[in-house]
């Protein structure tokens, strides 16, 4: 399994960046995937998950609005689209397969490395 | 929201045992994971579903969950287990993964 997340850089405030990751090694259309970020010494804040067939998509309220996950299994990748960035948006992105499901919630069991998101002003 | 707490940080000496607590309502009506992050690393996930390991996780790395309270316990603690470690859970009334605020680990 391996998770690589591209798109990252310098984005001004209120600009846009779509984040990638692309994924291998097992068969992506069987998971709904997560974007998870990390501000600079700071913890570990979920952004969002899309389901299998990118039907459900859920957020955490912060980005509501402005974010938008979507994928393309024909691809093998998840995709994080980033609008009206605001310097808070300044984080390492990881992309995160959910596993190890049961009574509706699931743990994270690959991440990829992630790839750092900068909101300058 | 939910949320959950962790005590910022936790000492521990090499071969003793370290307990990382996790704090959320009813959060024992939820599955608790627990993750792993060393500087510079990616999370690495340590335990799911309140106790269960997954493959190639030490068995000195268990876990709990009662009450409000979900406990991370590493025995015989090694140099190797120093880093940040976070609980989480998911909080059905907004459909969203909830991270702990993170507990550090040093061993002494």
């Known amino acids: 399994v391996q998770l690589v997340e591209s798109g990252g850089g310098l984005v001004q405030s209120g600009g846009s960046l779509r984040l990638s990751c692309a994924a291998s090694g097992f068969t992506f259309s069987n998971f709904w995937m997560n974007w998870v970020r990390q501000a600079p010494g700071k913890g570990l804040e979920w952004v969002a998950k899309i389901k299998q067939d990118g039907s459900e998509k859920y957020y955490v309220d912060s980005v509501k609005g402005r974010f938008t996950i979507s994928r393309d299994n024909a691809k093998n990748s998840v995709y994080l689209q980033m609008n009206i960035a605001a310097a808070e948006d300044t984080a390492v992105y990881y992309c995160?397969?959910?596993?190890?499901?049961?009574?509706?919630?699931?743990?994270?069991?690959?991440w990829g490395r992630g790839t750092l998101v900068t909101v300058s002003s | 929201s939910y949320e959950l707490t962790q005590p910022p940080s936790v000492s521990v000496s090499p071969g003793q045992t370290a307990s990382i607590t996790c704090s959320g309502d009813?959060?024992?009506?939820?599955?608790a994971s627990w993750y792993q992050q060393k500087p510079g690393q990616s999370p690495l996930l340590v335990i799911y579903?309140?106790?269960k390991r997954p493959s190639g996780i030490p068995e000195r790395f268990s876990g709990s969950n009662s009450g409000n309270t979900a406990t991370l316990t590493i025995s015989e603690t090694q140099s190797m287990d120093e880093a940040d470690y976070y609980c989480?859970?998911?909080?059905?009334?907004?459909?969203?993964?909830?991270f702990g605020t993170g507990t550090k680990v040093t061993v002494l």
């Open positions: 995160a397969r959910d596993y190890y499901c049961s009574g509706g919630t699931c743990s994270l069991d690959y």
């Open positions: 989480q859970a998911w909080d059905s009334s907004t459909a969203n993964y909830v």
């Open positions: 579903q309140d106790t």
């Open positions: 009813k959060l024992g009506a939820k599955y």
